[in-house]
């Protein structure tokens, strides 16, 4: 495992370049250029402010104020579009990438490591809009808002475990790809994110703590709208989780690195 991450360290610079050079050619015809990274995340803010604050009020049980749906909205939606960035990314990696793979010699780690930089990112300009709004609406949740640190690294830890897992089978099993495509629709709808856990009939609020996204946008939202801090015991369920998959996805990449080659 150490070894690992020293390899990774040795070729940070070809990480940072494969993140430098997908950031420049996502806007390269582009007249606005990377402003685009700000007025996207910006439209959606807006939108999820002007329409949803008022038309989705009084959805949130217990919860009031003008701006309730419109974190609840964001705190999710922002949490599963990082999840999605990086496990779908991670997923086709390795497919996306076998010229590379092929022709030059490196750790074939780098690229599920370039998947988690582009995401954190992307994240990263999204979410600081969100923060700005957090405060300039007098909603920011205060010394709570620390804990998104660790509730954002055990989701980057799932979904890259899941991710190299997926990425792994995918280039053996081609279907195995498609599939989870169609199944993120499934995950995303029977995940409380549009609409508040609450809702739901008993026996399925308690189904959702099996849900490890379930758990994260819940915690992303109790910290983000509600100002409290997460439930610490549902997040170390799903750290393990993590770990788990991390581990599995790492298993299979040593054990089929070589045939990967052959396969791409």
Same mark, same amino acid.
């Given at each position: 495992m150490l070894g690992m991450f020293n390899a990774l360290w040795s070729y940070r610079g070809f990480i940072m370049g494969n993140v430098k050079r997908e950031f420049q050619s996502k806007y390269r015809n582009s007249l606005l250029g990377a402003a685009w990274n700000v007025l996207n995340p910006l439209s959606m803010i807006v939108i999820y402010t002007v329409i949803f604050s008022q038309v989705m009020r009084a959805k949130l049980p217990g919860v009031d104020g003008t701006f309730a749906y419109s974190i609840h909205l964001c705190a999710g939606v922002l949490t599963w579009g990082l999840f999605v960035e990086i496990?779908?990314?991670?997923?086709? *990696?390795? =497919?996306?990438?076998?010229?590379? %793979?092929?022709?030059?010699?490196?750790p074939r780690l780098c690229l599920p490591a370039t998947v988690v930089a582009n995401g954190l990112l992307n994240f990263s300009i999204i979410f600081s809009l969100f923060t700005i709004?957090?405060?300039?609406?007098?909603?920011f949740p205060g010394w709570s808002f620390l804990a998104m640190v660790p509730v954002l690294l055990i989701m980057v830890a799932f979904a890259i475990g899941l991710g190299i897992t997926l990425g792994v089978l995918n280039v053996f099993f081609r279907d195995v790809g498609q599939f989870f495509t169609?199944?993120?629709?499934?995950?995303?709808?029977? *995940?409380? =994110?549009?609409?508040?856990?609450? %809702?739901?009939?008993e026996r399925l609020q308690s189904l959702m703590q099996f849900n490890p996204m379930a758990v994260l946008v819940d915690a992303s939202q109790t910290i983000l709208m509600q100002g409290q801090w997460p439930d610490?015991?549902?997040?170390?369920?799903?750290?393990?989780?993590?770990?788990l998959f991390c581990m599995l996805g790492l298993r299979l990449f040593r054990k089929h690195a070589g045939e990967m080659v052959d396969e791409l």
């Open positions: 496990v779908s990314g991670a997923q086709n *990696t390795f =497919i996306n990438n076998a010229n590379l %793979i092929k022709k030059l010699s490196f709004f957090l405060i300039a609406t007098g909603n169609i199944f993120l629709n499934f995950w995303f709808w029977s *995940t409380p =994110i549009v609409y508040p856990i609450s %809702i739901l009939p610490w015991t549902k997040l170390a369920c799903v750290a393990v989780l993590a770990a």
